[in-house]
Every structure is written in structure tokens, then in C-alpha cells.
């Protein structure tokens, strides 16, 4: 670490520490991505898609955190690639779900292994233990209100 004063103060707020980590990741895993013509949040979508049977806009926009219209330009590239495709929701016709394509599943079996070289790499200095503990305590201030109180 540099011995620069404001470095310094800026390395004691851990506010900051998780955003660099997050410029970080997402600068890895986006380099990785590249090669198949996304980037981590169409990758995001991706995986989100993998765990339910379907979803609709507005959920995924919710679930993942995303401005709904970014939503939209994320599933038309999907889309594009045929990774996603909507579908008329059977209970409602006026909206539309969004499932994950075979080639869709087929992306996320062959990136898993590249996802999980980003993570080694970002957690190289910490131990099994050290990790477990992390992913826990990220998994902890990630819920859904976390942050409210």
C-alpha cells in the first residue's frame, strides 16, 4: 500500500474498500466475459435465470438492483444472442417472462470455471476459512434491507 496520506484515510473506509473490490471484480469478470460478447450484467441475468423457472421484467429489475429500463436494453442483447427470449406470461398476457434458453444454460456451464478463476484471483490472500467467512458476512449486508433500519 502507498504511504500517501489520503490513500491511507481512504484504505480505513471500508465503504470505499468494498467499492474498489467491486470496480475490481467487475473489471475481471468483464475482461472474461468479453470473449462471449456480454458483460457481468447481462452475466447477472444469466444466472439469475438459471434459479427460477422464469421471470418477469420488473422482478429481475428488483432482484438484481437494476433501473427497469436498463432491464430492457440487457434482455434485447440477450435476446440477440438467443441466451433469453420472453415469453407471454400464461396468468397474464399482458406481460411477458423471461427464460434462460439452452444456449443460455450452455454459457453459464462453460463460464463457470472462468467466474470462479476471477474469484480466486480477487481472494487469493485469504484463506478457505477466511473466504467462507467473507462470502457470508457479504451475503449478510446483500439482503434485500440490509441497509434499512
Same mark, same amino acid.
Given at each position: ?99 434462460? @434458453? ?16 476471477? @474469484? ?30
Amino acid at each position: 500500500m502507498s504511504d500517501a496520506p489520503w490513500l491511507r484515510g481512504l484504505h480505513t473506509d471500508t465503504g470505499y474498500l468494498l467499492y474498489r473490490l467491486g470496480l475490481r471484480s467487475g473489471s475481471l469478470f468483464n475482461a472474461g466475459l468479453e470473449l462471449h460478447g456480454l458483460r457481468l450484467r447481462h452475466y447477472s441475468v444469466l444466472r439469475y435465470l438459471a434459479t427460477v423457472e422464469g421471470a418477469r421484467q420488473r422482478e429481475l429489475a428488483e432482484r438484481l438492483g437494476y433501473d427497469p429500463s436498463a432491464i430492457v436494453s440487457l434482455l434485447d442483447d440477450l435476446e440477440r444472442l438467443r441466451l433469453a427470449e420472453r415469453k407471454p406470461d400464461p396468468n397474464d398476457r399482458r406481460n411477458r417472462i423471461v427464460v434462460l @434458453t439452452e444456449a443460455g444454460r450452455a454459457l453459464l456451464r462453460d463460464t463457470v470455471h472462468d467466474a470462479a478463476r476471477v @474469484t480466486d484471483r480477487l481472494l487469493a490472500s485469504l484463506s478457505a476459512e477466511e473466504r467462507d467467512t467473507l462470502h457470508a458476512l457479504l451475503l449478510r449486508i446483500a439482503e434485500p434491507g440490509a441497509d434499512e433500519g
